[in-house]
């Protein structure tokens, strides 16, 4: 598959990312979610790699690769550990490609080069308590005051927040009384105004940060705001395309983490005088995770080739999402199964990749909003 999609610089970050993951990061991914400990040295060492921005153009300070590239490290962090690769990826496609996509050239050199070396972290408020799926309910309000705006309202499970030093958000703009739209807005964290909740208590991905945030009559210069007022829900749309690229990336190399554990240890385990992997139901179960491992890689890569060509890529980035996550869930799964009641304790990996692959069903858009998405698409393009 890689002959498809991947040139020789995009092998040779793949082998790195590989490096990195299996040397730094695989002997400190249990210790890091049993304590839910925020992954502080790893993210600087990813930092000095050059991956905190893959693809940021090199002008500010990125490294100008293509999306196939960026799936590609999420892929192969992922297999290590499912929080380390949402911290990128949060960073990446939510917390830096907005300010690149839509931002003023002013808001490019001051906030990119930091995100793009690993500098600060940067993070994205979308989802409030009743404006999940539903991101056109918005109920955060940004009112204009001469050259300013007033922002009160909420955020939740907000990835990144309480280590990010840049926040974007959403909100409903109001100017004069009359609703303009939804907004985006690029702000320090140290913002008067914002509140960061303590840290979330997770299934899953407990190593990664997630926190409510509160905007109490936030004051923030209008020279903050991404675009104009009417681009702001075409910037978030944007930012969740590339995210499902990202998050269903992620789900695949969850999946795969999980399936690569399950393989070895079928070549060890011994029952009724021969190797697991040598009974047809175990045989099976493999080959089943290795076949939707495969296929779901495909889609991901395809959606992020796509996406460099400058594709509409709406319907494959859901498709990729959709797939993957459910891939992941199925093969952490059988995972468990494969291992017998060793599945079930912590001392096999298997029991963190299967509590991580859960939220890859709902973040970025549930697999519902997906099959939404992707009917929408398909019944539009029909006939065509």
Do not use: C
Request: aromatic share 8%; hydrophobic share 40%.
């Amino acid at each position: 598959m890689d002959t498809l999609f991947f040139t020789e610089e995009h092998e040779m970050l793949r082998d790195m990312v590989r490096d990195f993951a299996k040397n730094e990061i695989e002997p400190v991914a249990g210790k890091l979610d049993e304590q839910g400990k925020f992954p502080t040295d790893i993210v600087r060492q990813m930092g000095d790699l050059g991956l905190m921005g893959i693809p940021v153009p090199e002008q500010y300070g990125g490294a100008g690769m293509d999306t196939v590239a960026y799936a590609s490290t999420v892929m192969e962090l992922a297999k290590a550990d499912a929080s380390v690769a949402i911290t990128l990826a949060a960073h990446t496609s939510l917390g830096t490609m907005p300010i690149v996509i839509s931002g003023t050239e002013a808001q490019k050199n001051k906030w990119v080069p930091k995100l793009a070396s690993g500098e600060i972290l940067g993070a994205f408020g979308l989802t409030e308590p009743g404006a999940g799926s539903d991101a056109g309910a918005t109920k955060t309000t940004a009112v204009k005051d001469g050259d300013k705006y007033v922002i009160n309202g909420s955020k939740i499970f907000i990835t990144n927040s309480g280590e990010a030093g840049v926040l974007s958000l959403t909100a409903q703009i109001i100017e004069d009384g009359q609703k303009k739209g939804i907004g985006a807005f690029t702000i320090p964290t140290d913002t008067q105004g914002l509140v960061i909740a303590p840290k979330e208590k997770k299934m899953g991905w407990r190593a990664s940060d997630t926190r409510q945030l509160f905007f109490e009559d936030m004051v923030v210069p209008a020279n903050t705001m991404l675009g104009k007022p009417e681009d702001g829900f075409k910037t978030f749309l944007k930012t969740l395309v590339g995210g499902r690229i990202s998050v269903a990336a992620l789900a695949v190399g969850t999946a795969e983490g999980a399936y690569l554990r399950a393989l070895q240890y079928s070549t060890e385990r011994k029952a009724f005088g021969k190797k697991i992997h040598r009974f047809q139901s175990i045989g099976f179960k493999l080959a089943d995770m290795a076949t939707q491992i495969e296929a779901a890689k495909l889609l991901v890569f395809h959606a992020a080739w796509m996406k460099d060509q400058g594709k509409e890529v709406t319907k494959e980035a859901a498709m990729a999402k959709l797939f993957a996550s459910e891939v992941a869930m199925d093969a952490t799964t059988d995972a468990i199964q494969i291992h017998g009641g060793y599945g079930y304790v912590r001392e096999y990996d298997v029991e963190r990749f299967f509590r991580d692959a859960k939220v890859l069903e709902i973040g970025e858009g549930t697999s519902e909003i997906q099959r939404l998405v992707i009917s929408r698409e398909i019944i539009k393009n029909a006939g065509k």
